[in-house]
């Protein structure tokens, strides 16, 4: 079976984001983790936020600074962000990446209960985050930029999955409303989707058959890794993004097209 190690690793652009300051929510693993890496590479301070302490303390030290947070509690989130700016000066990039995963129920045995535990950690605690975070990000004199890390299941409606997509099609409305609301800030807000990725948190939904069989079914039959999916969220904090706002942008390999 082909290897994610076995990919050819393309460069990362050096200091590309030198003098920001950057949140990255649940950055304790995964996704997360390997977003928060990126930034940290490309010259960025980067407050990583989770609810649970890293796993990895080698991998921890590759990042500034770790805040345990729940950013379902809006108190808890408006005093770390706070914290962040006090200790920084500022916040000019968020990204929420924080977010709950789903294995597969029929949906009529999906209870208001387990919506609405979706909703709090994949929706309503990303609007807390910019809630919190925006008067830093329209003082930015990078131009402040918002990333949610959202999901291409929205598009593709899986059967099983009712509260996590229903979820995540919230956080791409959102990003859209948010893109108009504060562009007149020079802000911009943008979702971006990845393709079934192995992480610690998809594995217990998948096994290895599933991801390759994902992966065959791509215009370009290679695992998407983590730190691809990193390098599309650098891309849009950095300068080249300035003007690329309210979109989904999905990294799947060619897996999804529409």
């Known amino acids: 079976m082909f290897q994610p190690e076995d990919q050819t690793v393309l460069p990362i652009p050096p200091n590309r984001l030198e003098g920001t300051v950057s949140i990255v929510t649940g950055a304790s693993g995964g996704l997360g983790c390997a977003i928060a890496d990126r930034l940290t590479a490309e010259g960025s301070t980067v407050a990583c936020l989770d609810v649970k302490e890293p796993a990895d303390a080698d991998g921890a030290n590759n990042r500034d600074h770790f805040f345990k947070c729940d ?3 809006a ?10 700016t ?19 129920e029929s949906s ?18 990303p609007m807390h985050m910019v809630q919190s975070c925006y008067p830093q990000l329209k003082a930015s004199r990078w131009r402040g930029r918002v990333i949610n890390v959202a999901s291409r299941t929205f598009f593709m409606g899986n059967p099983g999955q009712l509260a ?5 099609g919230a956080l791409t409305g959102m990003t859209r ?25 998809t594995r217990k939904h998948s096994g290895e058959e599933v991801f390759s069989t994902t992966m065959h079914k791509q215009a ?39």
């Open 108 to 125: 009529l045995r999906t209870s208001a209960e387990e919506m609405h535990r979706y909703f709090d950690v994949n929706a309503v605690g």
């Open 71 to 73: 950013i379902t509690d």
């Open 220 to 258: 370009i039959e290679e695992f998407v890794t983590p730190s691809h999916f990193a390098g599309l969220v650098a891309f849009l904090a950095s300068p080249d993004g300035a003007l690329i706002t309210g979109q989904s942008l999905i990294c799947d390999g060619g897996g999804l097209m529409r």
């Open 164 to 168: 996590y997509i229903a979820s995540k």
């Open 177 to 201: 409303v948010l893109a108009k609301e504060f562009g007149p800030d020079w802000v911009t807000v943008n979702a971006v989707m990845p393709a079934q990725v192995a992480t610690p948190g």
């Open 75 to 84: 108190a808890a989130v408006e005093s770390v962000v706070d914290d962040i």
């Open 86 to 104: 006090e200790l920084f000066g500022g916040i000019d990039i968020l990204i929420n990446s924080a977010g709950i995963l789903s294995g597969r």
